[in-house]
């Protein structure tokens, strides 16, 4: 029976804590948004840091219970190697259940080589763009900053990770790219466009949504919000030049909620003293600050697709973001887009928004309109669907032959 006339059967592999932060939450929100749209789930965590729905399956690899073997304690890459054994060893037992895999890097070797030998296929997630371009162009910018990366940043180079990443890119039948920078970044590396999916992530709607706009006499500057880490990576430096080389500097606010890496801010200081610019640190208020806030600003060099572009959207901000943001938006029609590094784009792009508040309020409208293209319940379907075309592509099908021959050469020998 083929996939699209029951279920689709999906083991999910997630090596973290899902829903806890970050990109645990956005597994989580996978798996809760794929139960509701009709799939059939079994999910392998790490820990489950956050109920999931009454159908969906749990099996966890690093805890029993209230017992829990502490990551540190192993140290990540020997528990993200333990949860792969595991989930790869649950594959031989549940083979005939399942119609497709979607895992999570760092953890996937062992569970591909399992899957490759059931025939079942395997989407890898990629939360980012291709990790050897990642290292590189933070440490690219990094270096022209004059920055040193903790050897523990998630951003210092490390070899090993490096290339246990890309065996499992190699291995995986098909890649996830959230995003269509994610996806030129493996083009650039020379995957071919076949085994690149494009899928999407999402917001919650119950927690980022519109408030009315403020009385423009009572309130005339403009307010700009940077939410996330406050690292090279996010590009804060190219906003913070843009912005006080901008109009929007003489009457409006610059808000920056995030923690910062300390050689960072340290470098920024100056810029951050400025009396339009008003530094946050973590919030737990974000929503709030959306709603407040009339842009979203986010001028990274590299990202998967971050979350905080829909949330913002959702929250009616209008975002000013460069094009490896990842945000699901269109230049001219409900955002604005900057190519990576552009500070002069960028600064033109505040003026223009604190000028022309017609043209900002034209841009929110048209975003708002659109939100419901890109919650979590939209990235879900978009998913389920990806699903399907993979449980019966012909590749799948392909894989699945050479067992059944085997088979019957064994019976006419015998």
């Not at 690219?140 to 065996?167: C, H, Q």
């Not at 098909?174 to 690149?196: I, N, W």
Request: proline residues 6%; charged residues 25%.
């Amino acid at each position: 029976m083929k996939t699209e006339d029951r279920p689709v059967r999906v083991l999910y592999s997630f090596p973290h804590k899902l829903g806890a932060g970050r990109i645990c939450y956005t597994a989580w929100q996978q798996v809760r948004g794929l139960a509701g749209a009709g799939a059939e789930i079994a999910v392998c965590a790490g820990v489950l840091h956050r109920a999931v729905p009454s159908g969906v399956r749990v099996y966890t690899t690093l805890s029993r219970g209230k017992l829990r073997i502490p990551y540190k304690l192993l140290g990540t890459e020997r528990a993200l190697a333990l949860h792969d054994y595991i989930v790869s060893k649950r594959i031989e037992k549940l083979a005939n259940q399942i119609d497709v895999i979607h895992a999570w890097p760092g953890a996937a070797k062992q569970t591909l080589k399992a899957a490759a030998r059931s025939g079942i296929p395997v989407v890898l997630e990629r939360p980012n763009a291709h990790t050897r371009y990642a290292y590189e162009s933070v440490a690219k910018e990094s270096k022209r900053l004059g920055i040193t990366l903790p050897p523990d940043n998630e951003y210092a180079f490390k070899p090993d990770v490096l290339a246990k990443e890309e065996e499992e890119f190699r291995m995986a039948d098909y890649l996830l790219c959230p995003s269509d920078f994610v996806r030129k970044t493996f083009l650039d590396r020379g995957f071919p466009p076949e085994k690149l999916l494009r899928h999407q992530y999402g917001y919650d709607e119950t927690a980022y949504h519109p408030a009315d706009r403020p009385c423009r006499d009572a309130n005339p500057g403009l307010t700009m919000l940077f939410v996330g880490d406050c690292a090279v990576r996010k590009g804060l430096h190219f906003a913070l030049d843009a912005w006080l080389q901008s109009a929007a500097c003489q009457d409006g606010t610059f808000l920056i909620a995030g923690r910062f890496l300390p050689a960072y801010a340290e470098k920024l200081s100056a810029m951050l003293n400025h009396p339009s610019v008003r530094v946050l640190g973590f919030r737990n208020d974000i929503p709030q600050l959306m709603r407040q806030s009339d842009i979203l600003i986010l001028p990274s060099i590299e990202e998967g697709s971050a979350l905080v572009t829909s949330d913002a959207r959702g929250s009616g901000c209008v975002l000013l973001v460069s094009e490896a943001a990842g945000a699901i938006c269109a230049h001219g029609e409900n955002a604005l887009i900057h190519s990576i590094g552009d500070v002069p784009t960028i600064s033109r792009h505040i003026t223009l928004l604190h000028q022309d508040r017609a043209l900002l309020e034209r841009l929110r409208e048209n975003s708002l309109r659109t939100t419901h293209e890109i919650t979590w319940t939209a990235a879900a379907i978009r998913l389920l669907n990806l699903y399907r075309e993979v449980a019966n592509s012909p590749r799948r099908r392909e894989a699945l032959l050479p067992p059944a021959r085997e088979l019957v050469a064994q019976k006419v020998r015998q």
